[in-house]
Structures are given as C-alpha cells and as structure tokens.
C-alpha cells in the first residue's frame, strides 16, 4: 500500500529556512520510472506545484520559485526533503508530498499518490 | 504557460456539469492532461490521467474531452450527486514544468 506522510515545523519566522520531510512506503525511488513531488495550497487557494525529484536524482522546479528551493532524496530511508528559503506570510499553506508514477518520456505524469498534507504557517 | 479554470460552477443533482481547462499557450494536446477532486479538508485525487483514462475506482460518469480548437479539455460529470461537490483541478506538463489550474469549486444544489 503507498503512502506518504509530510512533516515539518507548524510555524516559522519569516526570513527563515522551511525544511520539510516527505517519508513514503509502498514504493522505491531506486525504481525507475518514479518520482516525488511537493506541491503546495495558501488557504482557501488553489494547488501550486513546487519540485519533484526523480528515480535517477534528476530535479526539476518551479521556474518562480527556483531560486529558494532545494530538492534532496535520501533513497534508503525512504524520504525527500524540500528547503524553501527566505520564508514569507505569503508561503502560508498546506505542503503536500506526491507520487508521480509511472513518470512518461519528457519526465511528466501525474501524482498518483498524495499524503495528508502538513500546514505551514509563516508569522512576520 | 497557464491553466485556466472557472472560478466556479453549480448544478442540480443528476445534471450534468462541463468543467473547463484551458490552456494559455502552446496546443493542449501536445501534452496529457490530468484532473483531480479535493473535497472539503482533505488531498486531492486523481480523478482522470493521461487525457481520457479514469483512474481507478472512479466511475464513469467522469469523463474528459479534449478540443484543439479552443484549445482546452473539458471535465465532465453526469448524473451529479451531492457527494461530488468538491474543487476540481486540471494539470499539465511542458517544458519541465508542472502547471496546475486555479481549480474549480463544484457545487451541487
């Protein structure tokens, strides 16, 4: 049975680094085909897609939010990790990891699996 | 590029409601189009993958079309229940980029 499950600090400081963790099972990032993606929603907004990290370690990003963000995996532990920096009001949200699988030819798909969801609430 | 979505749409039970995606450059059928559901407080699902492949478990009163022309897919629900009021999402993939739509929120009175 797949499942992932968020975590992280409920609140930080703006200025501050997020780090998230995403801890799956049911599947293996040593298998190809596979990726794990974080995607995130500001409350009562809509989904906005992060990063996602593949089975071969390749990452792709959010083209406008590419400067903040880092993407690591940690395949024997089961776990993807994302950083976001400089940490702002406006990054309030709930921070959801994803399976995409199976991954097609350009790198593309669609989350398959999602975990419950972890909110981040940043103060200023 | 972008998705854009009606902000909302409503419908009587057993009507059928059109939910739209349109795709702000580039043609909606180079690349697959996939939807999910979000009900009230929980993640989303995926609902269809792939343009027109229903995901597992899901009935087919959901299906999806895909017109060149407006260059958009369209969601569509038939025979409408209460339990299908939920936000309704469209994404994409392009040039290593995941694009989700601004969603839509169904409601069925």
């Known amino acids: 049975q797949i499942a992932l499950k968020e975590s ?3 609140l930080v400081k703006a200025t501050q680094t ?4 995403c801890t799956f099972s049911g599947f293996s990032l040593n298998t190809g085909g596979v990726a794990v993606g974080w995607i995130r929603q500001p409350p009562g ?12 370690e390749d990452q792709r990003y959010n083209p406008s939010l590419r400067t903040r963000l880092t993407i690591i995996r940690d395949a024997s532990k089961n776990r993807v990790m994302l950083t976001l920096t400089n ?3 406006v990054d309030t949200g709930t921070y959801y990891c994803a399976r995409m699988f199976p991954v097609g030819v350009l790198k593309g798909g669609w ?12 103060s200023s | 590029f972008l998705l854009t979505q009606p902000h909302s749409v409503s419908e009587s039970p057993g009507n059928t409601v059109i939910i739209s995606c349109t795709r702000s450059s580039g043609n909606i059928a180079d690349n697959f189009v996939h939807w999910y559901q979000q009900r009230p407080g929980s993640a989303p699902t995926i609902l269809t993958y792939d343009d027109y492949q229903r995901a597992s478990g899901v009935p087919d009163r ?13 969601l569509f629900i038939s025979g409408l229940k209460t339990e299908d009021e939920a936000d309704y999402y469209c994404q994409s993939y392009d040039s290593n980029t ?9 409601t069925v009175l």
């Open chain 1, 111 to 122: 989350f398959d699996s999602w975990g419950l969801g972890t909110l981040v609430t940043v």
């Open chain 1, 8 to 10: 992280g600090p409920p």
């Open chain 1, 18 to 21: 997020l780090t998230l963790t």
């Open chain 1, 45 to 56: 907004k809509a989904l906005e897609w992060l990063a996602l990290i593949y089975w071969d």
């Open chain 2, 62 to 74: 959901f299906s999806v079309s895909i017109d060149s022309s407006s260059n958009s897919a369209s």
């Open chain 1, 87 to 89: 940490m702002d009001p």
């Open chain 2, 98 to 106: 995941v694009v989700f739509g601004g969603g839509t929120k169904l």
